[in-house]
């Protein structure tokens, strides 16, 4: 069964940067967005970023300026590049591929703003 796997987390210190990076174990069918969340602890989790086949983003207003998402339709990678980390950041990050009639999530991976 392919599964999503993201990779790229760790602890990073106020004002640093991390850059995630989700990709499928396999073959997969057409994707047509892929999307990153969060989930800190005792709170819902939050669409972050979103970015479509053809290349359109969106954020949450609290990370607009400092995250970028990107996407390699080859490799159906997407990547998360997080600049100016603030603890607020702190949370599990997961990444979502939406096709068709389906979604697949990742397992998550912890990202740690701390100093």
């Known amino acids: 069964q392919v599964q999503l796997v993201e990779s790229g987390g760790g602890l990073v210190q106020p004002g640093g940067s991390l850059r995630l990076s989700c990709a499928p174990s396999?073959?997969?069918?057409?994707?047509?967005?892929m999307d990153w969340y969060r989930q800190a602890p005792g709170k819902e989790r939050e669409l972050v970023a979103t970015?479509?086949?053809?290349?359109?983003?969106n954020y949450r207003d609290s990370v607009k300026g400092r995250f970028t998402i990107s996407r390699d339709n080859a490799k159906n990678t997407v990547y998360l590049q997080m600049n100016s980390l603030i603890p607020e950041d702190t949370a599990v990050y997961y990444c979502?591929?939406?096709?068709?009639?389906?979604?697949?999530w990742g397992q998550g991976t912890q990202v740690t703003v701390s100093s």
């Open positions: 979502k591929a939406v096709g068709s009639n389906w979604s697949l």
């Open positions: 970015i479509t086949s053809g290349g359109r983003t």
């Open positions: 396999g073959r997969i069918i057409t994707i047509y967005a």
